[in-house]
């Protein structure tokens, strides 16, 4: 049995009519979930609003076998959406011992990814570094042009970076905080070194945190990640070029060689893992401490994989109650 998933859709490719967005829209069937994606100004926002819905329901029927009529979730005070407690001692979840099930999404760019663990908790982050909303990056032009990086781009990796790895209100431990300002200070360290090697901490800092929920409220320059054992080429390129076909899945970089400490100890029993989803985003999940399951056929040891769906491919997953929910 899976006990664990990996999930991520890209929300570029999906360019819905107004009526396929309404159908999608018609599988989220709690209306104040509903009524929050509808507030959206932006379409982009809206359609990854209800992409995400989609994606986290789609993740519990598979893992848990539950109908999406009988989907429901709540929200921790800080926000994060969690199943619905009662939900946890249905039949499927019984019997599948599921009782400590995890789930957990984040969004950025064109990505919406989500992860799930049946009993450990989970936290999930994917950051854009291309930032190409606010900056117009795409670092997968850089190897046809460059110059690019030299004329462009170095200049506002530069002014992005400059609040995060100055004297005040770094989001960095010191060891992490010197690492990047001898990233910003080398003439030889491209914009796409130093922008990944910022969102490979901040992605994994994000993740860490979203596995309690609490959000903007910790204090990330209490963690100090070192990824000298995780040469950042080991991680995974899902998509050289935003033209490369998307597979089915991929392996994602087990971390096993990466130590974290918190408020200066060492935190065992984490694990983190990581992959790039394009030139321009990388996601990072956390998993915290956490037994082993009580099957031992259940175990998996390895890494697990990304898998990669379509949006019409959650919809379809969801679809067969498309006439009791129009």
Known sequence: ??????????????KPTPSEFENAMALETQPEEQKKTRKYY???????????????????HDCLGIENRDIAFDR?????????????????C??????????????SGHWVVCAAECDAPVGIDVTDYGMRRNSQMDFALVDSDPTLDRTKYRP??????????GPHGSIFAPTELAHMQRLLNDPACTAEGQLSAFSRYWTAKEAYVKVFGDGLGFEVSRLCFDFSGVPFASVPLLRPTLTAPVPHSAPMEAMTALRLHVDGILASGWSFESIRLDRNHICTVAVA???????PEWWQPDPPNMQFRSVSTLMDSLGGELDWCC
């Open 1 to 14: 049995m899976q006990r664990r998933w990996r999930v991520a859709v890209n929300t570029e490719e999906w």
């Open 42 to 60: 932006f379409e982009a926002d809206r359609k990854t609003s209800i992409v995400g819905r989609l994606l986290l329901r789609s993740v519990v």
């Open 76 to 92: 921790t005070p800080k926000g994060k959406p969690i199943l619905r407690p009662s939900l946890l001692q249905s039949d499927a």
């Open 94 to 107: 019984r019997q599948n011992s599921c009782g400590g099930f995890n789930i957990n999404i984040s969004h």
């Open 156 to 165: 506002m990796a530069a002014s992005f970076l400059e609040s995060f790895v």
């Open 289 to 295: 401490p956490h037994p082993p399951p009580t099957r």
